[in-house]
């Protein structure tokens, strides 16, 4: 499965905010992590993050695009049983 992820460091606390739509109504999950962005810090919290949530391992989880961007693409070695698991633990937008 592949996921496009926005990524907010240096926030307060590490938070998945939920599911939003970008400017051509595409999907993306808004994430928060206190990490720094420097030296793959906050991509490294966020892969942390999103593994300790979906209860599966960080070797999963591989940043394919936005190693340095807010905006990143994910891809995530997931059964279907995993991907609804994602899929519903926030509200997705239609």
């Known amino acids: 499965m592949q996921l496009i992820v926005h990524l907010t460091p240096k926030a307060?606390?590490?938070k998945i905010e939920g599911w939003s739509l970008?400017?051509?109504?595409?999907?993306i999950l808004r994430v928060?992590?206190?990490?720094?962005?420097e030296d793959g810090k906050?991509?490294?919290?966020?892969i942390?993050?999103?593994?300790?949530?979906?209860?599966i391992s960080k070797s999963?989880?591989?940043l394919i695009r936005g190693?340095?961007?807010r905006i990143k693409q994910l891809?995530?070695?997931?059964?279907e049983r995993e991907e609804d698991i994602l899929m519903n633990l926030f509200e997705y937008p239609s």
């Open 12 to 14: 307060s606390r590490n």
């Open 22 to 27: 970008d400017a051509e109504k595409k999907r």
């Open 32 to 37: 928060r992590v206190t990490a720094v962005p």
């Open 42 to 46: 906050a991509n490294k919290a966020l």
């Open 48 to 55: 942390q993050l999103l593994s300790k949530t979906l209860h």
């Open 60 to 62: 999963r989880i591989s």
């Open 67 to 69: 190693e340095t961007s």
């Open 75 to 79: 891809e995530i070695k997931m059964d």
